[in-house]
C-alpha cells in the first residue's frame, strides 16, 4: 500500500468540510459542534478501514494562553473521549518547552525554532510507540 496516497486521501476528506467549519474565529473560542466531531470521526473510521494506526497529539501550549483561549479545556476532554473510545494513543505535549518563550510564535503556537525541535521530539516519541505497538511503517 503507498503510504502517501492515505495521507492525501485522508487529507482531502478534510479539506473538503475543513474551510467552512470556521476553526479560526477572531474570537479564539473552540467551540465544539456535531458537525466538527463527525467529520473527525468520518476521518477515524476511514483511517481504520484503510488499517492506518492513528495517533493523537496535543501540542505545546503556553500557560498564558489558557487565558485567552476559551473552550480549550473542553477540547481536551474531547481528544481524551474520543481517543478512549477508539483505543487510540494520546502524546501529550502540553507542557513541552512551556518554559522557553522563545520558541513560541506567541502563547498557543510554536515559531519555526520550535516547531523543528518539536518535530524531532515527536518523531522520536511516535517511532517508540510504534515499536511498542509492534507495528512496521
Do not use: W
Not at 501529550?92 to 522563545?102: E, L, P, V
Not at 502563547?107 to 525554532?113: F, M, T, V
Request: proline share 2%; aromatic share 10%; net charge negative.
Amino acid at each position: 500500500k503507498d503510504k502517501g496516497l492515505y495521507f492525501r486521501k485522508g487529507a482531502i476528506l478534510i479539506d473538503q468540510e475543513y474551510r467552512a467549519l470556521d476553526f479560526f474565529s477572531s474570537s479564539r473560542h473552540f467551540i465544539r459542534s456535531k458537525k466538527r466531531v463527525n467529520i473527525f470521526n468520518k476521518f477515524l473510521d476511514e483511517c481504520r478501514s484503510e488499517e492506518i494506526q492513528v495517533i493523537l497529539f496535543l501540542s505545546p501550549i503556553q500557560q498564558v494562553a489558557y487565558k485567552d483561549l476559551s473552550g480549550v479545556d473542553d477540547s481536551f476532554v474531547l481528544i481524551d473521549s474520543l481517543a478512549t473510545a477508539g483505543n487510540i494513543p494520546v502524546l501529550d505535549y502540553t507542557d513541552y518547552m512551556i518554559d522557553d518563550s522563545s520558541l513560541f510564535l506567541d502563547p498557543a503556537h510554536l515559531n519555526k525554532k520550535g516547531a523543528e525541535l518539536f518535530s524531532v521530539r515527536l518523531a522520536n516519541d511516535v517511532d517508540s510507540l510504534l515499536k511498542k505497538l509492534n507495528i512496521e511503517l
